[in-house]
């Protein structure tokens, strides 16, 4: 057996203590330091995904409730023509005798609602009345929007000519809805008032 004399062991024993402890800072310490940390990023990403849920969650509910609004709008007017709407604004704000021509379009069907458009095209209109004329249209009852509008200005004067498509949905009832599935609509012809 070695004869290790007491300041050697002292020095032994220190380098065995630096060794366990370099052993368990390898084997323990470190590899539960990464997993903490690991764990810790995962919590983050997981918790910006759960933020990203709600707030995706929040949007659904609130379209959920405007899809609910609209389709009661739709269903409170049975019968609602959008063409003969259009004139009767037009003739309630005085330019009836403005419009050019009006036509009803090729129209497309969901499972529960039917879109029903029409083309208008007004001539030699003030800005006042147009926007007067557009304002009313939006604030209908029925949900009614315009998807396109052109403006010409007259060169000459200060009269706009307006074509505009405006569109709304129209509830179907049961029996409509296998029909409209089996028939194509065809493009109308422009009606002249």
Do not use: C, H, W
């Not at 203590?17 to 539960?32: D, E, M, T």
């Not at 949007?59 to 019968?79: C, D, H, M, Q």
Request: zero cysteines; glycine letters at 4%.
């Amino acid at each position: 057996m070695i004869r290790v004399n007491p300041r050697e062991r002292k020095i032994l024993i220190a380098g065995g203590g630096v060794v366990a402890g370099l052993l368990v800072y390898l084997l323990i310490v470190s590899p539960y330091m990464n997993a903490m940390e690991l764990l810790d990023r995962r919590i983050t990403r997981k918790t910006d995904e759960l933020k990203e849920v709600l707030t995706l969650q929040d949007e659904y509910f609130r379209l959920k409730e405007k899809t609910r609004v609209l389709e009661n709008a739709i269903r409170s007017t049975p019968g609602f023509s959008l063409l003969s709407f259009l004139e009767n604004l037009a003739a309630r704000n005085k330019i009836k005798g403005k419009i050019a021509y009006m036509k009803p379009l090729t129209t497309t069907a969901s499972e529960r609602f039917r879109e029903s458009s029409v083309e208008m095209r007004l001539e030699l209109l003030t800005l006042t009345e147009l926007v007067d004329f557009l304002y009313q249209v939006e604030q209908s009852a029925q949900p009614i929007r315009i998807k396109r509008l052109n403006i010409a200005k007259k060169k000459a004067n200060a009269f706009l000519d307006v074509t505009l498509q405006a569109s709304t949905f129209e509830p179907l009832e049961e029996g409509t809805r296998s029909q409209e599935k089996k028939s194509k609509p065809s493009r109308s012809t422009p009606q002249r008032i």
